[in-house]
């Protein structure tokens, strides 16, 4: 591994953190913030931009990524940009003890919105908008970012790339992945602008409008307030996020092409197809569920709940508008499957990802008609192209890991909770990026009450399912560290 190549592009990333961070302490100067709040904020900046200068002095080289310098990176980049992202929280006495910082940091950057603060309204704004900021570098991801601008530097993007975007394919809209890189951010900023005015519009004030819009297209769920979406009980407010929030768990390279006025996209893609037919599916059970067992009095009110919450967890938002702890027990049921189904590849949402669910049952429908027709030969397609078979094998493993995870993480939280749906349904919020989860973990409740070891559990299903699994865990090879 080319350690130089691997700390010089990671100083570069401290450096881009620092500007986020003074860019808070300014903003919170503005708006009148305590001084702790501002220190806090520029000490962060001032710790990261000092470490990120001497270690770009220190491994100045020209040099090609490797597959394996490109894991490497991405690993170490997000445990350092969750380490310099909890110092905000940490030096200004919002979150006293360091792993809670932590965990508040990942939970950021991995666009989970899992938090462990309370009475955000008190929340100094510089503050609020830096929780909100993480949302916006990690959705997208910082280091597809530093893919546009490494040929300036000397240095491959493409095996950072592939290291770095989530999901089982790809997307190049251009011939260079560093254009790739650029136009996906593009979309992404695109969205974000375009939510906040609409926000501003529908009510919000301009803060709450544009740190709203970070938390929602980047799948994120951090709020400004305490009873996150539900605390302005607007309808128009509710609806504008439902879209964005569905837009946010769609492929993203699909988004550019409709922008380019390929419309058709959206319907000739198989994965999005599932995604849209999925997520209808859930909003109507939910809906009646919730109707017939007389939850709401209405079926309106039914409606206004229920598809928000399964928009919400189903692209891994986690905005709340609703206690569905005391919904009735297949709703619940039907959330938890939301929260390990996430939503499209080349999206910012989390978990295991449409496609592989598709894949998953067309191998199933494959295996019955076999059953049947033993000496018969059926293609699995996807976007009507077949799907080699070593495609398929991987997707499968992927998913039987991610259940094994999901599995031996619940196990182990269940030393550090109160009962097996707290367990169950944390795991599955923090693998999947979601955020709140049930019970203890529940949408009128938060994470603060986990003891360290819990958060710490937690902070690492954040890193492994933001990073989907394969990234961290080959780092726990002897021989990825062998030359």
């Known amino acids: 591994m080319n350690f130089k190549a691997v700390f010089h592009l990671l100083s570069l990333v401290l450096v881009f953190m620092s500007g986020f961070l003074l860019f808070s302490a300014g903003l919170g100067w503005a708006y009148g913030d305590g001084p702790e709040a501002v220190r806090g904020l520029l000490y962060s900046a001032a710790v990261g931009f000092t470490v990120g200068i001497l270690l770009f002095l220190f491994t100045r080289c020209k040099a090609e990524l490797s597959r394996r ?32 910082a932590l965990f508040e940091s990942m939970s ?30 990690g959705g997208m991801g910082v280091l597809v970012l530093c893919v546009a601008i490494l040929p300036f530097l000397g240095m491959g993007g493409m095996q950072l790339y592939r290291a770095e975007m989530a999901g089982p394919s790809k997307d190049r809209l251009a011939p260079r992945i560093a254009t790739t890189a650029k136009l996906l951010w593009g979309v992404y900023i695109l969205l974000i602008l375009l939510e906040s005015v609409l926000l501003r519009v529908a009510g919000m004030d301009w803060f ?24 302005f009980n607007s309808r128009s407010i509710e609806a504008i996020i439902m879209v964005f929030m569905f837009l946010a768990g769609v492929n993203f390279a699909l988004h550019y092409r409709v922008l380019l006025g390929e419309v058709k996209s959206y319907f000739k893609n198989t994965e999005c197809r599932f995604y849209m037919g999925w997520m209808l599916l859930c909003v109507f059970v939910v809906t009646f569920l919730l109707f017939f067992s007389e939850t709401y009095d209405s079926f309106g009110a039914s409606f206004r709940y229920g598809c928000f919450q399964v928009l919400s967890i189903g692209s891994t938002t986690g905005f709340v508008t609703a206690d569905f702890d005391l919904w009735p027990k297949a709703c619940i049921l039907l959330l938890l499957l939301l929260m390990l189904f996430g939503a499209c590849a080349g999206s910012t949402s989390g978990a295991v990802k449409n496609i592989r669910v598709v894949v ?21 397609k996807v976007n009507d192209e077949p799907l080699e078979q070593d495609v398929i094998s991987n997707i499968t493993a992927f998913v039987i890991a991610y259940m094994l995870v999901f599995i031996l993480g619940s196990l182990v939280l269940t030393f550090f909770s109160p009962d097996i749906l707290t367990s169950c349904s944390a795991v599955a919020a923090t693998l999947g990026g979601v955020g709140p989860g049930m019970s203890m973990a529940g949408p009128m409740e938060n994470y603060a009450a986990f003891s360290g070891a819990g958060k710490a559990v937690l902070i690492i299903c954040m890193l492994l399912g933001r990073l989907e699994l394969y990234s961290v865990l080959v780092l726990l090879l002897p021989s990825f560290w062998k030359k």
């Not at 462990?116 to 008190?122: A, G, K, P, R």
């Not at 709450?208 to 605390?231: E, K, L, N, W, Y």
């Open 69 to 100: 310098d490109g894991f490497a990176i991405v690993v170490l980049g997000w445990l350092i940009t969750s380490l310099i992202g909890a110092l905000p929280y940490y030096f200004s006495g919002i979150i006293p003890d360091f792993i809670g």
């Open 108 to 137: 950021g950057f991995t666009t989970t919105g899992a938090s462990v603060m309370t009475d955000l309204e008190s929340v100094p704004r510089g503050i609020l908008f830096w929780r909100s900021l993480t949302h916006l570098i």
């Open 208 to 231: 709450d409008a544009v740190c709203h819009s970070m938390a929602t297209v980047a799948s994120g769920g951090f709020s400004t307030r305490t009873d996150s979406i539900a605390a």
């Open 360 to 380: 998953i049952f067309k191998k199933i429908k494959r295996e019955i008609k076999l059953f049947m027709q033993p000496q018969a030969v059926f293609r699995i």
